[in-house]
């Protein structure tokens, strides 16, 4: 890593402490001596970065510091290609536009020299993945403003129900999408194919101040399941 790029990891870290950070562990986090770490602060502090505190003490920093432009290194670039183009197997369309102005965005600040590289077709990921479904959109938007849902769901035996719910995340495997929910039918955790989802609408009402709950209660749920899964 350069020194410049250290320097930007080291302002990344300050920011999203909470309290004061040790020398010992920025020097970890970013594989350096603590003696890099004191050089690095007192050059960022030179350079009129918000930074208080002392060595043996700890450093913090003060809010409402701006960060340079983004800037990316090659395997930052690389990652970010590569994460964009599996967005194809998701067939969520809506993911796939948006992930086409993320690069565009990503290809509007790098160097001229270097604009090329998100795009280039260096890194190829096959399509292969789920079916494309009109209301995964519509799913996101729930899950991510904690609104109930009214469905139309048929299951694997082709029968219908209708249903509501409580919308928590959505899952993206290989051979489907998932919507996770809390079944006001059954009083517990559901998860439905989108692809089963004949009709869907939201009704108006919100759940923000169960949503915190509920997801933690059903990621405590999906992890006893890994670990019967598992044997454990």
């Known amino acids: 890593m350069s020194r410049t790029d250290r320097l930007f990891e080291l302002i990344l870290l300050l920011r999203r402490a ?3 950070v040790t020398a010992v562990q920025l020097a970890e986090a970013l594989e ?23 060595a043996g003490v700890g450093y913090i920093m003060r809010p409402g510091y701006d960060l340079p432009p983004l800037m990316l290194d090659h395997e930052e670039v690389e990652a970010v290609a590569v994460g964009l183009q599996l967005l194809n197997r998701t067939g969520d369309r809506g993911l796939q536009t948006a992930a086409r102005r993320v690069a565009a965005k ?34 996101r938007s ?9 469905l139309g769901y048929r299951d694997g035996h082709g029968q219908l129900t209708k249903r509501t719910c409580l919308p928590l995340a959505i899952i993206y495997y ?13 009083r517990d955790f559901r998860h439905f194919r989108a692809d089963r989802i004949v009709d869907c609408h939201e009704t108006g009402d919100s759940f923000a101040e169960q949503a915190s709950q509920l ?16 044997g454990e």
């Open 215 to 230: 997801r933690k209660d059903w990621h405590a749920q999906l992890e006893l399941t890994y670990q019967d899964c598992s």
């Open 174 to 186: 290989t051979e489907a999408t998932v919507l996770a929910a809390w079944c006001e039918l059954r």
């Open 142 to 150: 729930a899950v991510r403003d904690n609104r109930r849902l009214a």
């Open 32 to 54: 350096v001596t603590p003696r890099t770490i004191y050089r690095d602060v007192a050059a960022l502090m030179a350079m009129r970065v918000p930074i208080e505190g002392a």
């Open 18 to 20: 909470r309290k004061a």
């Open 106 to 139: 990503i290809s509007g600040i790098l160097p001229d020299s270097r604009g090329d590289e998100v795009d280039d077709g260096r890194f190829v990921v096959s399509e292969f993945g789920t079916p494309a479904s009109a209301n995964v959109g519509m799913l």
